[in-house]
C-alpha cells in the first residue's frame, strides 16, 4: 500500500479531481472538507460520492478553522503528504465578505500549516493563485516576478499563505510548494467562474454577462493537465539554494518554492464563449459590462521554475477543454 495523502478541499473541484486521479493509482487518501454552502452542496456531495466508492478513502467533514477538532480527529493518521487546497476562494465574493477570507485563508491556512508540522509530512503542497500578480503589467506572468500589489483581498490572503508557508521552512524545515492556478476549468468545475455560468445561462436562453466590454485574456488550464502536474509535483522537494537572488519571491535558501501551473497560453475571453456557443449551437445573450472591481483583465503564465522540475507539457487546449466540460455538463444535468 502506497502511503497515506491528505488532501483538503476534497468535495472542491480541483481536491475532488486529485483525489480521484491518487485513488486510481493506488494511493491512500484521507480528505477532508467542510461542504460549505458557497456554491451548490449538491454538486459537492456528488463529487464526493465518486470518491467514497474506493477503499482507499476515508472522508472527514472538518473545518480547517476549528483546530482543536481538526487535531483530534487526524491524530490517530500518518500522513506523508499534504496538498491543501481548503479555501474561501472567489474574487467578486472577496469584495462582498473579506472577513470569510481571514478566517478560512488565514486562521484555516494556520492550522494546516500547524498540523503539517506536527505531523513531520515531507512534503507541504498548498494552491495560491495567478491572483497574487495583481496590479502588474508585464507578461507572462512568471514566478520571479515581485507580488506586491494584489488587486483584492483574496489575492492578498493567498500571498500570505506564501509567506506563512515560507517562514514555516525557514524556521521548521518544512518543505513547502506553493502552486498559482491560473484559471483551472473542465468537468465538475466551479458553478462560480464563468465557464459554468455562461453554459448554464445560455442553455436556459439567459443573458450571460461579459466584464471588462469582452476584453479579457485569459490562461485556461484545463483540469486534467493541472492533476497530472500535481502529482508529478509530490516527490519534487524544494531545493535549498545557498546563494538566493534576494529579489526573486519563488526560490529561496529555506526549503520553499513558488510554481505557476498553468496552460502558457492566452486565450480572448470572445474565442472562448465563441467555443461554448458552437458546441451548445445556440447564440448567447450577451450583456456587455465594465471591468469588475479587483479583476485582472489579462493572465498568462510561463512555467520557468515548474518546468525545470516536471517535464510535462499540457495536452489539453481550451476548444478540446471547453468542448468536454460541456459534454459533462449536458450528461450531469441531464441525470440531476
Ligand atoms: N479553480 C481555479 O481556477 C483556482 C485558481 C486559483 C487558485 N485556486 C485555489 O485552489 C484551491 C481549490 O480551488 P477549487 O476551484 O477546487 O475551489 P472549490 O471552492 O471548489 O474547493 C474548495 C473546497 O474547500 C472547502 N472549504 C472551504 N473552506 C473550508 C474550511 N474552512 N474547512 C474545510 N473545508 C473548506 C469548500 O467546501 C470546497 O469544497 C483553492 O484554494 C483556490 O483558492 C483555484
Redesign the pocket.
Known amino acids: 500500500m502506497k502511503n497515506k495523502i491528505l488532501i483538503?478541499?476534497t468535495?472542491?473541484?480541483?481536491?475532488f479531481s486529485l483525489a480521484k486521479s491518487l485513488l486510481l493509482d493506488g494511493y491512500k487518501i484521507i480528505g477532508?472538507?467542510?461542504?460549505?454552502s458557497?456554491y451548490s452542496r449538491k454538486l459537492?456531495l456528488d463529487r464526493l460520492q465518486i470518491l467514497k466508492k474506493f477503499e482507499n478513502f476515508k472522508f472527514y467533514k472538518?473545518?480547517?478553522?476549528n483546530k482543536k477538532k481538526l487535531f483530534k480527529f487526524l491524530k490517530s493518521n500518518k500522513i506523508e503528504t499534504i496538498y491543501h487546497?481548503?479555501?474561501?476562494?472567489g474574487v467578486r465574493h472577496s469584495i462582498l465578505k473579506p472577513e470569510d477570507y481571514v478566517t478560512?485563508n488565514l486562521v484555516?491556512f494556520f492550522n494546516i500549516l500547524e498540523l503539517a508540522r506536527k505531523k513531520n509530512v515531507k512534503h507541504f503542497l498548498f494552491?495560491?493563485?495567478?491572483s497574487v500578480y495583481g496590479l502588474n503589467k508585464k507578461l507572462p506572468f512568471t514566478e520571479e516576478d515581485p507580488v506586491n500589489h494584489p488587486s483584492q483581498f483574496y489575492a492578498a490572503t493567498?500571498r500570505s499563505n506564501e509567506l506563512m508557508a515560507h517562514s514555516y521552512s525557514s524556521v521548521y524545515g518544512l518543505n513547502c510548494t506553493g502552486v498559482r492556478?491560473f484559471?483551472?476549468y473542465g468537468p465538475w468545475g466551479?458553478p462560480d467562474?464563468a465557464l459554468f455560468k455562461f453554459v448554464k445561462n445560455i442553455l436556459n436562453k439567459k443573458y450571460i454577462d461579459i466584464y471588462n466590454f469582452g476584453n479579457h485574456t485569459r490562461d485556461f488550464s484545463y483540469i486534467d493537465d493541472v492533476v497530472m502536474s500535481l502529482k508529478k509535483l509530490k516527490n519534487k522537494f524544494p531545493k535549498k539554494i545557498k546563494n538566493i537572488n534576494s529579489y526573486n519571491p519563488s526560490l529561496s535558501s529555506a526549503s520553499f518554492q513558488i510554481l505557476n501551473i498553468g496552460n502558457q497560453s492566452k486565450v480572448k475571453l470572445m474565442d472562448y464563449i465563441n467555443e461554448i456557443e458552437k458546441n451548445l449551437k445556440i447564440k448567447a445573450k450577451k450583456n456587455y459590462l465594465k471591468l469588475q472591481l479587483g479583476d485582472i483583465p489579462k493572465s498568462y503564465s510561463k512555467m520557468n521554475n515548474t518546468s525545470k522540475l516536471i517535464k510535462y507539457k499540457f495536452q489539453v487546449n481550451y476548444k478540446e477543454g471547453v468542448r468536454k466540460f460541456v459534454e459533462w455538463f449536458i450528461e450531469h444535468y441531464k441525470k440531476n
Not at 468535495?11 to 481536491?15: K, L
Not at 494552491?127 to 495567478?130: C, E
Open positions: 483538503t478541499g468535495a472542491g473541484f480541483i481536491g477532508l472538507d467542510n461542504i460549505n458557497y459537492k472538518l473545518d480547517i478553522r487546497f481548503a479555501a474561501q476562494a478560512n484555516g494552491a495560491s493563485t495567478s493567498k492556478f484559471t483551472v466551479r467562474m
